[in-house]
């Protein structure tokens, strides 16, 4: 930044015209510097949520009771079938951690999906037309953003009672505003560039013009927002279940099975820590991932 | 004028509130159900039914609604059978003790973070700082809670465990709500600061031979601090939400203790009622930010 | 308007025979970056004399301002110094530490950056900014300070600078704001001002006042002048002699009537050819071909690929500085 505008005269030179590369080094090229420890995680946590039903070692609803509290595999008393040690009823813990990264991540993918299809659509509607629309749609999402939101979420559960589909919904309504605004600054830059112009003379219609001409110009902004927020809502969704009104239970959540092992830190500290030690990773590699889209992609106006 | 029309903001964000939490207790069928515990008699049912005004149309019945809420009588508690306001008025000092001192610690840590990382960019210091703020923003905090009551009070034994006292019980907690919060402000300060010290103005001062400390900590950290404080209410935000779940980890006596026994005993009124209390604080604290902001930077404040 | 009105300064033949205030010998600087080191400034050397203005001329890139930066210690964090030194009285400014090139920055040599706009910091008062170039170049505090002040933003034609010190730069018009500047950069009685494009971002209009204002200070202050511009035309109006740079290295040097009288270097007629001139209704003529990038160099003189009288030998190797008249040297083979 300070080269280029201080000494112009040292700092742009010409490059000689890139040669045709092969497909390997293009690829080499679009990952540098790409975090690969936290993609190869990442691909993991998938594929480990994918399989979660083929790959447990034990069932991770029913457990032994026989077997209770029992320390991971290398302290005294541990057993090697049960890995990361078992929780007060006698559950595996890594089995129960590997059911839990697939609540997360269908929480995460299915609340961005609807939030971000939701405030995309009304981001571009705003961006697009302005006036009176922009005016509703903005004010919506200022008054929702100044919203204690957990507190919402909070009496929204008490009243319709915890689920899966209620949970989602009301992720989902709450990322939206973040989604509309930045679309809406996104549409405004792009509306004025002179392809949309000349979409609008070739006589598109409306629809076409918003969907086909405007929409893929934000598509990496909307990347960039969704990775960035999933790390977001895997917190959030643990912080619900670990305050007791997320996923009921006794589905496996990673924050439901930190909040089991609290009363028994002294006796048996495995029980919090690792499901903690999935969803610290988990949000790092997301948080990373993004950064580097960020960085990569470059949407200005990504910058929470 | 900016002042009036903040006013006029925040006062359209408490009636959206308050219409949120109207319409969600009457969405869930008969709102009796909600604010009567299993034990109540008939008449109780007959007297609410009178004190809500059932029989009236629905925005009657929110304006009933919002007369007693202004008047403060935000009901009773189902549980402990006392006034809701009572409650939460015995409990929001220790609140606002705990987002105040976490409030403080990320202010203080966020600008000696920001500004060490943009000084020494492109050394240690600045992976470090990145490392830092990065990991604290992908802590689950309610785990990091509980990872730091076993490390040092229970392993250690050198801090308290839970409930509030003496600073010591404060650590923690404010710790805990510290991290997440700290990283995007400690990142918004360091880009803040570097773009600072790229400036004309900086060169300028070097001109004048204003020593280089000065120069980092006066003339580029105002400039620098004040893009970062226009996200000051959202952090304020945070550490109140934060609170929430923090105090659940400590035992700590604030509202968002009083919010979570709520949820568990179903105790609309209590739940309700706390909601309300905690989004005038809320809205409270953003109109202060931006009035400080307007008086903090000179281009605004006409 | 302005209270000095023009100044004719004194012949500049009257100061031959002083030593210069500022002798810069060699002065090499490269930057790092993505693509290697790359040479910005090449052995660059000229002297300042008590009381004169030089002009250094170029296009963008040449390397003007990043010779005034060096001078000043103000290079982005990839830039260095690689040879040469910066003779001031005496001393040699590159061996000083950055403390002890603290009492010579704003007391000894001061600068007027390009932009007034951003010059100033947005956030505080001008008063306060001022008053602290007082304070830390004459230790002045307090009611002592402010007169100080007040007499340098009245040094510069600013109306009721009492008033104004109480103002925020985005209050006040940009001549104002550079004015401003100057005041600021005058409060160390410095006896060297280099002024970096100062007139680039003001309107025309303003641009003439401020070049009135910086003669009259000249006087007022009895200051040596570095003025560096794209400009010829403003060249022909502040300057004793005259630096022209290309790619780094100054091309030709002299006394400005010398130089416009009898320009030695092909680049330098290019430049004087492309200056409209009042009265005159022929074509201006520009300078075919793009400045060269400094970090592919090619053999020979770096403006041989736009010269239009360069032969086998210019594109074979570097010229050498010739002497010609009085100290009118130019870096070409065809100099005449």
């Known amino acids: 930044m300070q080269t280029t505008k201080t000494a112009p005269e040292s700092t742009a030179p010409d490059l000689p015209a890139a040669p045709a590369v092969s497909l390997a080094t293009r690829l080499r090229r679009a990952l540098r510097g790409a975090p690969l420890p936290a993609v190869a995680f990442l691909a993991l946590v998938l594929g480990v949520a994918l399989l979660a039903d083929l790959i447990v070692p034990h069932d991770p609803l029913t457990g032994d009771l026989r077997a209770y509290s029992l320390p991971p595999a290398w302290k005294a008393g541990g057993s090697v079938s049960y890995f990361l040690g078992t929780d007060l009823l006698g559950r595996d813990i890594l089995s129960r951690i590997i059911m839990g990264a697939r609540i997360s991540l269908i929480v995460a993918a299915a609340s961005i999906a609807l939030g971000g299809v939701l405030g995309t659509v009304l981001g571009l509607l705003a961006g697009h037309f302005g006036g009176w629309i922009d005016e509703v749609i903005m004010r919506l999402v200022d008054t929702q953003l100044s919203l204690p939101s957990l507190l919402v979420a909070l009496v929204a559960l008490v009243v319709f009672g915890s689920s899966f589909t209620v949970l989602v919904i009301l992720i989902g309504v709450w990322l939206w505003p973040n989604y509309a605004r930045i679309v809406r600054g996104e549409t405004l830059r792009i509306r004025r560039y002179d392809y949309i112009s000349l979409a609008r003379i070739a006589g598109c219609s409306t629809w076409r013009i918003l969907f086909v001409h405007e929409l893929p110009g934000i598509y990496n902004t909307l990347i960039v927002m969704a990775t960035l927020q999933a790390g977001w809502v895997i917190l959030l969704e643990g912080s619900l279940s670990y305050l007791g009104v997320g996923v009921p239970p006794p589905t496996p959540s990673w924050g439901s099975m930190i909040a089991e092992g609290r009363g028994d830190l002294a006796s048996a500290w495995w029980i919090s820590m690792f499901p903690g030690l999935a969803m610290l990773a988990t949000v790092l590699s997301l948080n990373l991932l993004g950064d580097w889209l960020r960085r990569t992609l470059d949407p200005k106006q990504v910058n929470q | ?302 | 308007m302005n209270a000095h009105g023009p100044s004719p300064s004194p012949h500049p033949s009257a100061r031959r025979s002083e030593a210069p205030l500022l002798e810069v010998r060699d002065l090499t600087v490269e930057f790092k970056t993505r693509h290697g080191e790359v040479r910005a400034l090449d052995r660059v050397s000229f002297d300042l004399r008590a009381g004169e203005t030089l002009g250094i001329v170029g296009e963008s890139g040449s390397g003007k301002s990043v010779t005034a930066r060096s001078i000043m210690r103000l290079l982005p964090r990839n830039a260095r110094v690689t040879g040469g030194e910066i003779r001031y009285d005496g001393r040699d400014l590159l061996t000083l530490s950055d403390r002890e090139f603290r009492g010579i920055r704003g007391k000894a040599i001061s600068m007027v950056l390009q932009d007034p706009l951003t010059s100033l910091n947005p956030v505080f008062r001008i008063g306060w900014q001022v008053g602290e170039a007082v304070t830390i170049q004459q230790g002045l505090r307090g009611a002592a300070r402010d007169a100080r002040s007040v007499d340098l933003l009245r040094g510069v034609n600013i109306p009721a600078p009492e008033i104004r010190l109480h103002n925020y730069p985005h209050e006040m018009s940009g001549g104002m704001r550079q004015r401003v500047v100057s005041a600021t950069a005058l409060a160390g009685n410095p006896r060297i001002l280099i002024c970096d494009e100062p007139t680039t971002a003001l309107d025309a209009t303003i641009q003439a006042q401020f070049l009135n204002l910086l003669r009259g200070l000249q006087e007022a202050y009895g200051l040596a002048i570095i003025f560096i511009t794209h400009d010829f035309s403003v060249v022909a109006e502040m300057c004793d002699r005259v630096a022209v740079m290309y790619s780094g290295q100054i091309r030709e040097r002299g006394d400005v009537f010398e130089i416009f009288d009898h320009p030695a270097h092909p680049y330098t007629r290019a430049l004087l050819a492309s200056v409209p001139k009042l009265g005159e209704t022929e074509r201006l003529t520009t300078i075919p071909g793009q400045p060269p990038s400094s970090a592919n160099k090619l053999p020979g003189c770096a403006f041989a690929p736009r010269c239009p009288i360069a032969d086998s030998v210019c594109h074979a190797s570097e010229p050498p500085d010739m002497a010609l008249r009085d100290d009118h040297t130019s870096l070409c083979w065809r100099a005449q």
Not at chain 2, 43 to 70: C, H, I
Not at chain 2, 74 to 79: F, K
Not at chain 2, 97 to 110: D, K, N, P, R, T
Request: net charge neutral.
């Open chain 2, 1 to 302: 004028m900016v002042v009036v029309k903040r006013l006029g903001s925040a006062f359209v964000t408490l009636l959206a509130i308050s219409l949120v939490v109207f319409v969600l207790s009457r969405m869930s069928g008969d709102p009796r159900e909600l604010m009567l515990s299993e034990y109540a008699t008939a008449e109780d049912y007959e007297l609410l039914n009178e004190r809500l005004g059932l029989d009236k149309p629905y925005y009657a019945q929110y304006g009933v609604f919002l007369a007693d809420a202004v008047r403060g009588d935000l009901g009773e508690s189902i549980q402990a059978r006392q006034p809701v306001l009572t409650l939460i008025l015995q409990r929001l000092p220790g609140t606002l003790e705990l987002a105040g001192s976490a409030f403080v610690a990320i202010i203080l840590a966020s600008v000696l973070l920001g500004v060490a990382t943009a000084v020494w960019r492109d050394t240690w210091v600045e992976t470090a700082g990145n490392i830092v703020a990065v990991v604290g923003q992908s802590v689950p905090a309610f785990w990091l809670g509980i990872v730091l009551v076993y490390v040092f009070a229970l392993t250690l034994g050198w801090l308290p465990m839970a409930g509030r006292g003496g600073w010591l019980y404060l650590v923690l907690p404010t710790l805990t709500i510290a991290a997440n919060s700290l990283a995007a402000l400690t990142r918004l300060l360091s880009s803040a600061m570097t773009e600072a010290m790229d400036a004309e103005y900086v060169k300028f001062a070097n001109v004048k031979s204003v020593p280089p400390w000065r120069v980092t900590m006066v003339h580029c950290l105002k400039n620098a601090i004040l893009t970062p404080f226009t996200y000051a209410g959202i952090i304020l935000g945070q550490l109140l939400t934060g609170s929430i779940i923090v105090e659940t980890v400590f035992g700590w006596p604030g509202i968002g203790l009083l919010a979570l026994q709520a949820v568990q005993t179903r105790d609309y009124p209590l739940l309700q009622g706390v909601v309300l209390v905690f989004a005038i604080i809320y809205v409270g604290i953003a109109l202060l930010v931006d009035v400080a902001y307007a008086y903090l930077d000179p281009r605004i404040r006409h």
